[in-house]
């Protein structure tokens, strides 16, 4: 039986992350800007479900001001439909909540039904279209999620509590 987790992304984590995206994507970001949210970007969070310690899926978000607006979530092909892509967006969401921030927002393809069906299970709904958003010309779905679960500060990994004197 293997075992599967679910946590932060690291450094460790970029090579096996960007491996799912360039399986997944037709314009798949590079190792770099993965390295680069890890390592560099203060908005950026990446949750990653990993079985036996390799990395099988992942969630990115961005924390601008109260909104967490997702980046991009992806399970290796050879896990799809297996439960991980709701567990990683499941997750973030609660990231998300733990973060302070008050909503959701992504983008979506028009074609891609098997997500949005996801996030409509999860409480997104649809609020508008961005034109021409994807290489190919396809339109995104623009969706939120306007109510998030019960926020738990304590949870936050990247909350500074100052210190009692």
């Not at 290796?76 to 973060?99: C, F, H, K, N, W």
């Not at 983008?107 to 949005?116: D, I, K, L």
């Not at 409480?123 to 396809?138: A, L, M, P, Q, T």
Request: net charge negative.
């Amino acid at each position: 039986m293997s075992s599967i987790t679910m946590g932060l992304m690291t450094v460790a984590d970029v090579d096996a992350v960007h491996a799912i995206e360039t399986a997944c994507f037709k314009t798949p970001w590079s190792k770099k800007s993965f390295y680069d949210e890890v390592t560099q970007n203060a908005c950026a969070r990446y949750m990653v479900v990993r079985e036996d310690g390799e990395a099988i899926a992942y969630a990115g978000v961005w924390f601008v001001l109260d909104e967490g607006h997702i980046t991009n979530i992806a399970v290796r092909p050879d896990r799809r439909g297996m439960g991980y892509g709701e567990m990683v967006t499941r997750g973030m969401i609660q990231l998300a909540a733990d973060s302070g921030m008050n909503w959701m927002t992504l983008e979506v393809r028009r074609s891609n039904t098997a997500a949005q069906n996801l996030y409509h299970k999860l409480g997104f709904i649809d609020v508008g279209y961005r034109k021409r958003y994807y290489e190919n010309s396809e339109d995104a779905l623009i969706m939120a999620l306007e109510h998030l679960p019960e926020g738990h500060p304590e949870n936050d990994p990247f909350l500074v509590a100052e210190e009692d004197d």
